[in-house]
């Protein structure tokens, strides 16, 4: 569970890191609403049925920034966050999971995980690259959303 919790936290860092850079990124103007648009998407699928308010991401997607050294928190660097006096600024992520690994709010996790694939492959085609998380899937025998 704290290894699922740490990569979405990493998620909402990278969301945030994103929407902080459209300004300077070479995207048409479209593409631009697009990028918001999108990774707003994935946001509300963890938002809906009181899951991670969503200040909270934004917070969380902080917290796992070091801006000092110009690089995401380690897993071990998480795991200490969360045994700190700040982790409770973490309780609705752990509780998000706790809630899904009890068959709770499923749907919100079907729709986080769909507006990740749509964001995806926005940014595969945005970039000029090929189709990562297609190939991803095949690569760890998943079926694709």
Same mark, same amino acid.
Request: charged residues 20%; hydrophobic residues 40%.
């Given at each position: 569970?704290?290894?699922?919790?740490? $990569?979405?936290?990493?998620?909402?860092?990278?969301?945030?890191?994103?929407?902080?850079?459209?300004?300077? $990124?070479?995207?048409?103007?479209?593409?631009?609403?697009?990028? $918001?648009? $999108?990774?707003?998407?994935?946001?509300?699928?963890?938002?809906?049925?009181?899951?991670?308010?969503?200040?909270?991401?934004?917070?969380?997607?902080?917290?796992?920034?070091?801006?000092?050294?110009?690089?995401?928190?380690?897993?071990?660097?998480?795991?200490?966050?969360?045994?700190?006096?700040?982790? !409770?600024?973490?309780?609705?992520?752990?509780?998000?999971? !706790?809630?899904?690994?009890?068959?709770?709010?499923?749907?919100?996790?079907?729709?986080?995980?769909?507006?990740?694939?749509?964001?995806?492959?926005?940014?595969?085609?945005?970039?000029?690259?090929?189709?990562?998380?297609?190939?991803?899937?095949?690569?760890?025998?998943?079926?694709?959303?």
């Amino acid at each position: 569970m704290i290894s699922s919790c740490y $990569l979405v936290a990493c998620l909402f860092s990278c969301l945030n890191r994103a929407r902080e850079s459209v300004p300077f $990124l070479e995207l048409s103007k479209s593409d631009d609403t697009k990028l $918001l648009a $999108l990774s707003a998407k994935v946001s509300l699928g963890f938002l809906r049925n009181l899951g991670i308010f969503y200040v909270s991401q934004f917070s969380i997607g902080h917290d796992l920034y070091s801006r000092d050294e110009n690089r995401l928190l380690t897993y071990r660097e998480f795991c200490t966050l969360l045994l700190s006096e700040n982790s !409770v600024w973490f309780s609705r992520l752990l509780e998000y999971f !706790v809630q899904t690994g009890q068959g709770q709010n499923l749907e919100r996790v079907n729709e986080a995980l769909e507006a990740m694939a749509e964001l995806s492959s926005f940014l595969d085609a945005a970039v000029g690259g090929g189709e990562s998380l297609e190939q991803r899937y095949r690569s760890e025998g998943v079926e694709a959303i």
